[in-house]
């Protein structure tokens, strides 16, 4: 059996044959040795399992837990958890988000674990005020005592002992961008001197500013990629990637790393598009490429520039006017003259009452509704066809027919539809689930029947499913009068304007992520706060270079154990082969003896 046992651990031409005199001696030295290698495999396997064990739990459970995690209070009493702050001061009212964050993990290739922070009552830490910042233009020393209750809330819940290294950022938006630049700094000269007398949070005058439209954009979609995990390592193949040329290094090839998502955002007044850029931009012209500088923005999100794992280029624009009421305004502007205009050259009354009422076929059918405009009122009733209304509409997108035109005749970065997906929110959730019930994947072919079926529903049956609840509990008879306008609106600016394919299906539409809203102001702090974790690495640096021999890197471990294991095979090896050598030393001198002895017993 030790013979079988022996022929399996080394190859054919170790074999020979053992004689009694020395095989139990053997055996027992083959035996130890082999018993150590096995000990020295076992170990390194078991320390590379456990260095790697985090690595390889269930990420379905991980991500589980962290949303459970999520969703519970922040303990406050955890010294290793950091606190920021970020004021959004709009054009109707400000609110305050703050946010947490536990230390750096040490990779310099991850970014923060940024979360809101949670209550007792593991409620969000929101507050909000109105007016609007923008109120104060007249009177811009009373800035700091208008952000007083947002302040004092914030300071409220983070820790005491924390508000020293605390960051905070106030960041206005639409309101303040539409006053002079003189308004601007005197309310942000107001925050300036008076908000660190008062808070000690860690606030100099680069955290207080007007952001752009551009910028506001970008944070968008740095705020839900980062929610949806598009900044993590690729974990496994089921994720979907993309190769991307990096501008600012384009001698280093693609980088490959998780495909991020695009966000589109219609509201009443207008329309937003953000996506990343994988690939080198070409232009056709100078004026393209002038009008690209205003579109596109390039940013590294790691904490290391040195690193472009984490450099992205993203189209970002907004194009206001272009939102579903604004839409409808300019619409109804256009049947009002046009009306108007032919009644009075033909002598006619088409919509000026109700027995002769204004064929609109953006309505659903027999739906009636009125145009008051310079003291005159008309009469719409609908028509209920909702190809007739994209086509009455397509105009006013004013795209032009220069190449890669979008809204306005903007230009528009070329989009990878093979390989991209994008979330709509706001108008392309409501216009897709509050009466029509197809939020979610957007399938273009049943969302065109199913906008068609309800232009052509007569106003009395949806007046009726409503009062049956039949409709989202967010839709309401405003809602259901210009369902067929906004059906036909979102459909032009998704496939007219944005030059989305009829086939496209990796587009969303979703009112929350993760059963939560994602705002803004959670990826400016993310970019704000980008270059923390280097303040944790230089620390983690700091105490490995005072541990003891213990902490030396598993690295060397692994070089020292390598080593050991392959001295020891060679050991192994080459005592076998000595074996050899003297076994047939030891049997060519039996050969010689029995030779001699037959000689002998001849003569």
């Known amino acids: 059996m030790a013979r079988v046992c022996f022929s399996c651990l080394f190859p054919a031409s170790w074999h020979f044959s053992v004689s009694p005199i020395n095989t139990t001696a053997r055996q027992k030295v083959l035996f130890a040795g082999i018993l150590f290698t096995f000990c ?6 078991f320390m590379e399992y456990q260095r790697w064990r985090p690595q390889l739990r269930d990420k379905e459970l991980e991500k589980y837990m962290a949303r459970i995690e999520d969703m519970e209070a922040t303990d406050t009493n955890n010294a290793e958890l950091n606190y920021g702050v970020v004021i959004d001061c709009g054009s109707s009212g400000s609110r305050v988000f703050v946010y947490f964050w536990p230390r750096h993990n040490g990779n310099p290739h991850d970014l923060l674990d940024i979360r809101q922070m949670k209550d007792k009552n593991r409620k969000p830490v929101v507050k909000k005020l ?14 700091t005592d208008y952000l007083r ?11 005491v002992a924390k508000h020293k290294e605390t960051p905070l950022y106030i960041l206005c938006t639409a309101g303040m961008r539409l006053l002079p630049e003189s308004q601007q700094g005197a309310i942000l000269e107001d925050l300036y001197t008076d908000v660190p007398v008062e808070f000690d949070f860690l606030f100099s005058e680069s955290h207080a500013e007007v952001i752009s439209g551009k910028q506001e954009g970008v944070y968008a979609w740095i705020g839900i990629n980062f929610v949806l995990g598009r900044f993590d390592h690729i974990e496994n193949d089921e994720d979907a990637r993309v190769a991307v040329t990096v501008s600012s290094n384009p001698n280093q090839g693609p980088v490959i790393r998780k495909r991020t998502v695009g966000i589109l955002d219609m509201g009443g007044a207008s329309v937003q598009i953000a996506y990343e850029v994988t690939n080198p931009v070409t232009f056709v012209s100078p004026e393209q490429e002038e009008a690209a500088k205003n579109v596109l923005a390039e940013f590294n999100l790691g904490c290391d520039v040195q690193h472009t794992e984490h450099v992205y280029k993203v189209y970002v624009t907004t194009f206001l006017g272009f939102g579903g009421n604004y839409a409808r305004q300019r619409y109804e502007d256009l049947i009002f003259n046009n009306t108007t205009t032919t009644n009075r050259l033909l002598g006619q009354r088409m919509g000026m009452g109700a027995e002769a009422p204004y064929l609109d076929p953006c309505l659903s059918v027999e739906t009636a509704d009125i145009i008051q405009k310079d003291g005159q009122t008309l009469h719409l009733k609908g028509a209920g066809n909702f190809d007739e209304c994209c086509k009455q509409i397509k105009p006013f997108l004013n795209k032009g027919t220069e190449t890669n035109a979008s809204l306005n005749g903007a230009y528009q970065s070329p989009i990878d539809f093979y390989n991209s997906e994008f979330y709509g929110f706001s108008e392309f959730y409501y216009c897709t689930e509050d009466v029509l019930r197809m939020g979610g994947q957007y399938d273009a072919v049943k969302y065109i029947k199913a906008a068609r079926d309800y232009c052509a529903t007569k106003w ?4 009726e499913r409503f009062d049956f609840n039949l409709f989202s509990s967010h839709a309401d008879l405003h809602r259901l009068r210009y369902q067929c306008f906004k059906s036909a609106w979102m459909h032009e600016v998704l496939h007219s304007g944005f030059n989305f394919p009829a086939d496209y299906s990796n587009l969303k539409t979703a009112q929350l992520v993760y059963d939560k809203e994602i705002q803004w102001t959670l990826g400016a702090i993310l970019y704000k706060t980008r270059f923390l974790p280097l303040r944790d690495l230089r620390q983690e640096i700091v105490k490995v270079n005072h541990s003891s021999w213990q902490r030396v890197s598993f690295v060397y471990n692994h070089y020292l154990f390598f080593a050991c294991f392959f001295v020891v095979l060679l050991a192994i090896v080459l005592y076998v082969l000595r074996l050899q050598r003297i076994h047939r030393r030891t049997q060519r001198e039996l050969l010689w003896l029995e030779e001699g002895a037959l000689s002998t017993e001849g003569h």
């Open 40 to 45: 020295l495999l076992f170990c390194l396997i």
């Open 460 to 463: 009395t049956t949806l007046k």
């Open 149 to 159: 209750p947002l302040l004092s809330f914030a300071a409220g819940h983070v820790p």
């Open 130 to 143: 109105k007016p609007g910042i923008s109120t104060l233009a007249s009177s811009p020393d009373k800035a």
